[in-house]
């Protein structure tokens, strides 16, 4: 059974910055690509950024430059640094890992705001 379990999340200034992780079990973490995304009220759920299980990454536009994704394959954990963070970046973050079959596991999610 794969679990995936977000943290980090909290409130933060406009130009702050938070990094979130996501833990992985259940699974061989190191194969996948993991994928963050974000969903903020009244919008759909968006792609922010994706770490191949090489270590490349490729990132939204709009977070591009602010956020980084890497992976430490021996905790079993995905991290997103968000960095300059603008209130358009509060929403509610997910990881998600997609499997060999096509099936896609996502954590819990975890609140970002972004606030004065």
């Known amino acids: 059974q794969v679990q995936l379990v977000e943290s980090g999340g909290g409130l933060v200034q406009p130009g702050g910055s938070l990094r979130l992780a996501c833990a992985a079990s259940?699974?061989?973490?190191?194969?996948?690509?993991m994928d963050w995304y974000r969903q903020a009220p009244g919008k759909q759920r968006e792609l922010v950024g994706v770490i191949t299980s090489g270590g490349s990454t490729n990132y939204a536009d709009s977070v591009k430059g602010r956020f980084t994704i890497s992976r430490d394959n021996a905790k079993n954990t995905v991290y997103l640094q968000m960095n300059s963070l603008k209130f358009e970046d509060t929403a509610v973050y997910y990881c998600?890992?997609?499997?060999?079959?096509?099936?896609?596991?996502w954590g819990q999610g975890i609140q970002v705001t972004v606030s004065s």
């Open positions: 259940g699974t061989i973490f190191s194969v996948y690509a």
């Open positions: 998600k890992l997609r499997d060999y079959d096509n099936y896609d596991y």
